[in-house]
């Protein structure tokens, strides 16, 4: 098949499944390539996958899956290819923008305006939402929190529910390494996650307001107070020297598994580490879900931001032009509620279905969920946000942040030369 073909040559280090049932010679085939590692949610889309095609004789499903990092690098190649996937998962924000720009998505209005986006909760459809044309169907709901070993907590006598503020974090820093536990452990070689705090703490300094500002290209831009004052805020936290031995060489997925072996007592990252933990872990298991924690960001002293504002991700599904009408089919069944619930009830994910969402059970993905029903402001990644040549800037210099290598007022005056170089105000 011409797609593995593809990907043989191309992703060396993919992870592949393949969701083959079905007859061996397939009139249509819907080619779907997607992050995810986790066994289970793999699992779950292939079962999805065999149903559909048991419903629709004729028509095959071919599922794979690609590293996070690798899929980034690999995406723009993937979608100029004549043998591009026909379905790819997506963070929306400015890198979506650019594959409409570049003319290489599939305009979804028609099909989602025929009521199927009335399933989803509106600001997930509004992600995708490029000019008033929708190019994308939700998949997932993502939110940033500190997760925490409640034993090394204790270990510590630190107490996660007294964390309200920034200098409350900082303090209970202190207190962990006091006591020999490694306070944080991150995936810093990936360097989006280093970007979280950065990114999470401009949100606190200066809101969405300030955000949306220098994205206009008003006054100093990305170089204006917020951002430099969020900038000075991560140093103090890096200057505790707070991670893990050989932060800036981890993946994300390193981390995650240090920290489900009980590594360090915190990592702050998305609800989806709960599935990367589990599979990174030495054991496979990881942290049981009654010895985690879960705190949102910290608020900052005389922050502008609205301290219920979250950061996070509405991930969805994007359909490349001219892939065959089953394509459509099949997310419009991928995204019915009786599917999506068994998302919830599994503790797969958060679907933003309205009706599946009522079936998260998982303590830990509730608190997660009620923490996006009280925002007014879920706010995706800067690095997705800023768009593809903005966001790797922005990755840049928060990992150089946290290395020590450039100074506060210097990175955010980088950011904002490589928006201007974007040509994006």
């Not at 986006?117 to 998949?139: E, N, S, T």
């Not at 609800?271 to 990174?280: A, C, F, P, R």
């Not at 301290?307 to 019915?336: A, C």
């Amino acid at each position: 098949m011409r797609f593995a073909r593809l990907f043989s040559g191309l992703l060396v280090s993919a992870v592949t499944t393949l969701a083959t049932t079905g007859a061996c010679a397939a009139d249509v085939t819907v080619r779907l390539l997607h992050i995810d590692q986790s066994p289970a949610v793999n699992a779950f889309y292939n079962d999805i996958a065999r149903r559909f095609e048991s419903s629709r004789p004729g028509v095959k499903v071919e599922i794979q899956s690609l590293e996070n990092e690798s899929f980034k690098k690999k995406v723009t190649t993937l979608l100029q290819s004549p043998e591009k996937p026909n379905i790819l998962y997506s963070w929306g924000g400015g890198v979506l923008r650019e594959q409409v720009k570049a003319g290489v998505l599939q305009d979804l209005s028609g099909p989602m305006n025929a009521q199927w986006k009335d399933r989803f909760l509106p600001a997930a459809v509004q992600a995708y939402d490029v000019d008033g044309k929708l190019y994308g169907v939700p998949l997932r709901m993502s939110v940033v929190g500190f997760f925490y070993n409640k034993d090394l907590f204790a270990k510590a006598g630190v107490d996660g529910n007294t964390i309200k503020t920034w200098d409350d974090l900082l303090a209970g820093v202190k207190k962990l390494q006091a006591a020999g536990i490694t306070p944080l452990v991150v995936g810093g070689g990936d360097k989006w996650p280093l970007s979280l705090y950065w990114s999470h703490l401009t949100m606190r300094t200066g809101g969405k307001p300030a955000l949306d500002s220098a994205m206009r290209g008003e006054g100093k831009g990305f170089a204006s107070d917020p951002f430099v004052r969020s900038g000075e805020l991560f140093k103090q936290l890096v200057d505790l020297k707070p991670f893990q031995a050989g932060f800036l060489a981890a993946n994300n997925s390193q981390a995650s598994g240090q920290f489900g072996d009980g590594k360090a007592a915190m990592i702050l990252t998305l609800n989806v580490v709960l599935n990367i933990m589990k599979d990174n872990a030495a054991d496979k298991q990881g942290l049981p879900d009654d010895k985690i924690g879960w705190l949102p960001f910290p608020t900052v002293a005389g922050g502008k931001g609205n301290p219920g504002d979250v950061m996070g991700n509405l991930n969805g599904w994007i359909v490349t032009k001219d892939s065959p009408k089953e394509t459509v089919d099949f997310l419009r069944f991928f995204s019915e509620a009786d599917n999506q619930r068994l998302a919830a009830e599994r503790g797969l994910y958060i679907p933003p279905v309205t009706e599946s969402m009522k079936a998260v059970s998982r303590p830990l993905l509730q608190q997660t969920l009620q923490s996006v029903k009280h925002a007014q402001v879920v706010q995706v990644g800067f690095d997705q946000a800023l768009g593809p040549l903005a966001g790797a800037v922005f990755n840049d210099m928060a990992s150089n942040l946290a290395a020590g290598r450039t100074s506060p007022a210097d990175a955010a005056n980088a950011i904002q030369q490589a928006w201007r170089r974007a040509g994006l105000n």
